[in-house]
């Protein structure tokens, strides 16, 4: 048995659903809730233990406990793997014996040990007095100091240093944990944090990685903020402080609020505003717009609006309009304070009102455009036009670029013209979503109306496959009693289970028919495809059919199947006449012929 078959044997499906949905019971062995990946009033996403899977009937997505734990962590398929697997106590022995994972590895068990060591630090140490009445100003609750493991770092020389090395731990790694630095004179290491409250970062997955340390005295000639440095466990543009605890809010409210410092989310936990995490004040990378794209595509900015935090907002927003983010700009009321943490500590409604008001970047860039200058000089006028207009030049939708044009043109009182004659010239500088030249804007392919005879068709056909699943035989010879003589289904991925079912049941029934309350169970032969097409149909049946008598479900299907039939036909007479019609206007006599022949028979 491999790693993933013994993983699925030792984990139900239900079990690890239930670790992040409330499910309901919804017959023998089968579960619902609302689906986590859209939002929904009504349940549409159930779970089924009899075939370990699950599947949303909202947005057509399924799978197994592997699927559900990538789509809710954002992991990969390994992650994923190396997760469950240690829920199931299984061991991956081609993951241990790469050296490069067992280094990692290494890294991400000495920074817990140094999380343990100054969370322990603050909460008993009596030097940490200092600290500790940091946090209580702050407002900071015993709870969510927990829940972020604030720490401590004695103002000493080796304090962890020493303490770590009681554990087996030697001079090396931890220099390269980035907790240590070697000593210029004679041997040995000391601590790189000292005297600090401790932040520790968490990779999304949930290891910790590094740390952020703040000064908690006046001092002038050390910084405010000391990071652990790059190592093969941390990487400063590749980590969003908080997404860990957040990431679920995030895929909840379809969106991440991104602020500037640590205390910024801290605080924003402690009040329930749970979908915030911290790019620690410097540019959005591509590296963490990647990490949120798992989990939503809207993001909403909380920057400072000083020059500085301007810069910062307008120099993240390129990297993420090319990668199609929808971006908004919270700005906080002046009655707020001057960061979040303060605002949601003031009163947690000014936060949440401020991120449910946050305006589209282009407002915000109109707003601060004539902010920066005034529209009643000429010379005020050329400082809007300079903030503004690059951003208008960099939207890549024309119709939107142009209702900035004109809104600018009308607010500024000058030609549209003499602002398209700016624009040209910016446009020389290859910039993301730079307009085209008119000629060279590629047309829109024309969109083809959906077919409503196949929609039906498709639909009707999935049905009865589903109620044919009810019976656990060959569907072919089902089929065939309700008077379907030759059954050929027009969507693909249908046909092929069709067929395959066929392969894999015997022509007789050898066993009771499956019953709705114990599960519909995919035969054991069908290929991976085969076994998803069958996994919707069977949660399709379970939904619809549950508790049906057999008599009853077979005199349904048989309806169903006749009324197929008989759509069918009409679709195929209707074809024929378009080209028996065709035949007769270019006087092709033999065509004409074969086509009025199997008219007559469909007739």
């Given at each position: 048995?491999?790693?993933?078959?013994e993983i699925?044997?030792?984990?139900d499906v239900a079990?690890?659903?239930?670790e992040?949905?409330?499910?309901k019971p919804s017959?023998?062995g089968?579960?619902?809730?609302n689906?986590?990946f859209?939002?929904?009033r009504?349940?549409s996403?159930?779970?089924?233990r009899?075939?370990q899977?699950?599947h949303c009937f909202g947005c057509d997505?399924?799978?197994?406990?592997?699927?559900?734990?990538q789509?809710m962590?954002?992991?990969?398929?390994?992650e994923?793997?190396q997760?469950?697997a240690?829920?199931?106590g299984?061991?991956l022995?081609?993951?241990?014996?790469k050296?490069?994972?067992?280094?990692k590895q290494?890294?991400?068990?000495?920074n817990d040990?140094?999380?343990?060591f100054?969370?322990?630090?603050?909460?008993?140490a009596?030097d940490?007095?200092i600290a500790?009445?940091?946090?209580?100003?702050?407002g900071?609750?015993?709870l969510?100091?927990d829940l972020?493991?604030?720490?401590?770092s004695?103002?000493?020389w080796?304090?962890?240093?020493?303490?770590?090395?009681?554990k087996?731990?030697t001079d090396?790694?931890?220099?390269?944990?980035?907790?240590?630095?070697?000593r210029?004179?004679?041997s040995g290491?000391?601590d790189?944090?000292?005297g600090?409250?401790?932040?520790?970062i968490?990779?999304?997955?949930?290891?910790?990685?590094?740390?952020?340390a703040r000064?908690?005295t006046?001092?002038?000639?050390?910084?405010?903020?000391v990071n652990t440095?790059?190592?093969?466990?941390?990487?400063k543009?590749a980590?969003?402080y908080?997404?860990d605890?957040?990431?679920?809010?995030i895929?909840?409210?379809?969106?991440?609020?991104?602020v500037?410092?640590?205390?910024?989310?801290?605080?924003?936990?402690?009040?329930?505003?749970?979908?915030?995490?911290a790019?620690?004040g410097t540019?959005?990378?591509?590296e963490q717009?990647f990490l949120?794209?798992?989990?939503?595509?809207n993001i909403a900015?909380?920057?400072d609006?000083d020059?500085a935090g301007?810069a910062?907002t307008?120099?993240?927003?390129d990297l993420?309009?090319?990668?199609?983010?929808?971006i908004?700009v919270i700005?906080?009321?002046?009655?707020?304070?001057?960061d979040p943490?303060?605002?949601v500590?003031?009163d947690p409604?000014?936060?949440?009102d401020?991120?449910k008001?946050?305006?589209p970047i282009?407002?915000w860039?109109?707003?601060?455009?004539f902010k920066?200058g005034?529209?009643?000089?000429p010379?005020g006028?050329?400082?809007?036009?300079?903030?503004i207009?690059?951003?208008i030049?960099r939207?890549?939708?024309?119709?939107?670029?142009?209702h900035?044009?004109?809104?600018?043109?009308?607010?500024l009182?000058?030609s549209?013209?003499a602002?398209?004659?700016?624009l040209?010239?910016?446009?020389?500088a290859?910039?993301?979503g730079?307009?085209?030249p008119?000629e060279?804007?590629?047309?829109?392919?024309?969109?083809?109306?959906?077919?409503p005879d196949?929609?039906?068709n498709?639909?009707q056909?999935?049905?009865?496959?589903?109620?044919c699943?009810?019976?656990?035989e060959?569907?072919?010879n089902i089929?065939?009693?309700c008077?379907w003589a030759e059954?050929?289904?027009?969507r693909?991925?249908?046909?092929?289970l069709?067929?395959?079912?066929?392969?894999?049941?015997?022509?007789?029934?050898q066993?009771t028919?499956?019953?709705?309350?114990?599960?519909i169970?995919?035969?054991a032969?069908l290929?991976?495809d085969?076994?998803?097409?069958f996994?919707?149909l069977?949660?399709?049946?379970e939904?619809e059919?549950?508790?049906?008598?057999?008599e009853?479900l077979?005199?349904?299907?048989q309806?169903?199947?006749a009324?197929l039939?008989d759509r069918l036909?009409?679709?195929?007479r209707?074809h024929?006449e378009?080209?028996?019609?065709e035949?007769?206007?270019?006087n092709?006599?033999?065509r004409?012929?074969?086509?009025?022949e199997?008219?007559q028979?469909?007739?």
């Amino acid at each position: 048995m491999d790693a993933v078959q013994e993983i699925k044997s030792r984990l139900d499906v239900a079990d690890i659903v239930g670790e992040y949905l409330p499910l309901k019971p919804s017959g023998t062995g089968t579960f619902k809730a609302n689906c986590p990946f859209h939002n929904e009033r009504t349940p549409s996403f159930f779970v089924s233990r009899p075939r370990q899977s699950w599947h949303c009937f909202g947005c057509d997505e399924g799978g197994d406990i592997f699927s559900f734990v990538q789509r809710m962590e954002g992991f990969g398929f390994r992650e994923a793997l190396q997760h469950l697997a240690g829920k199931a106590g299984v061991t991956l022995p081609e993951f241990e014996h790469k050296p490069e994972y067992n280094s990692k590895q290494r890294l991400f068990e000495i920074n817990d040990l140094a999380r343990r060591f100054y969370r322990s630090t603050l909460e008993t140490a009596q030097d940490a007095e200092i600290a500790r009445a940091y946090v209580a100003k702050r407002g900071v609750d015993t709870l969510t100091a927990d829940l972020f493991s604030l720490g401590y770092s004695p103002d000493e020389w080796s304090a962890f240093a020493d303490y770590a090395k009681t554990k087996g731990i030697t001079d090396t790694e931890l220099i390269q944990a980035g907790l240590a630095n070697k000593r210029e004179k004679g041997s040995g290491v000391y601590d790189r944090f000292r005297g600090r409250l401790m932040f520790p970062i968490w990779d999304v997955q949930g290891h910790v990685i590094g740390f952020t340390a703040r000064i908690l005295t006046d001092a002038k000639d050390q910084p405010k903020y000391v990071n652990t440095p790059e190592t093969p466990a941390y990487k400063k543009s590749a980590v969003l402080y908080g997404l860990d605890k957040a990431k679920g809010a995030i895929r909840q409210d379809d969106m991440a609020v991104i602020v500037e410092g640590n205390m910024d989310v801290v605080g924003s936990h402690q009040f329930n505003v749970q979908n915030v995490v911290a790019s620690s004040g410097t540019a959005l990378t591509g590296e963490q717009l990647f990490l949120i794209k798992r989990f939503t595509t809207n993001i909403a900015i909380a920057f400072d609006q000083d020059s500085a935090g301007v810069a910062a907002t307008l120099r993240g927003l390129d990297l993420a309009r090319s990668q199609d983010f929808s971006i908004r700009v919270i700005t906080l009321p002046p009655e707020a304070g001057k960061d979040p943490d303060e605002a949601v500590r003031k009163d947690p409604q000014l936060w949440r009102d401020a991120i449910k008001n946050a305006i589209p970047i282009m407002e915000w860039v109109y707003r601060m455009g004539f902010k920066a200058g005034s529209p009643s000089t000429p010379e005020g006028k050329k400082e809007i036009v300079k903030m503004i207009l690059p951003e208008i030049g960099r939207i890549a939708d024309a119709v939107e670029r142009d209702h900035w044009m004109r809104r600018l043109a009308k607010d500024l009182d000058t030609s549209l013209g003499a602002l398209e004659e700016v624009l040209q010239k910016l446009g020389k500088a290859k910039t993301y979503g730079t307009p085209l030249p008119r000629e060279e804007v590629p047309a829109e392919a024309p969109i083809e109306a959906a077919d409503p005879d196949r929609m039906w068709n498709e639909a009707q056909e999935e049905r009865i496959l589903a109620m044919c699943l009810y019976f656990k035989e060959d569907p072919k010879n089902i089929l065939q009693e309700c008077g379907w003589a030759e059954p050929v289904f027009g969507r693909p991925d249908l046909e092929k289970l069709y067929m395959a079912l066929g392969t894999a049941y015997t022509q007789t029934r050898q066993e009771t028919p499956s019953n709705i309350a114990t599960g519909i169970r995919p035969p054991a032969s069908l290929a991976s495809d085969e076994a998803t097409t069958f996994d919707a149909l069977a949660f399709f049946a379970e939904r619809e059919f549950q508790g049906q008598p057999l008599e009853q479900l077979k005199r349904e299907l048989q309806r169903d199947a006749a009324a197929l039939q008989d759509r069918l036909k009409k679709i195929k007479r209707r074809h024929l006449e378009q080209q028996m019609r065709e035949a007769e206007r270019l006087n092709d006599q033999e065509r004409m012929t074969a086509l009025l022949e199997q008219f007559q028979k469909l007739t």
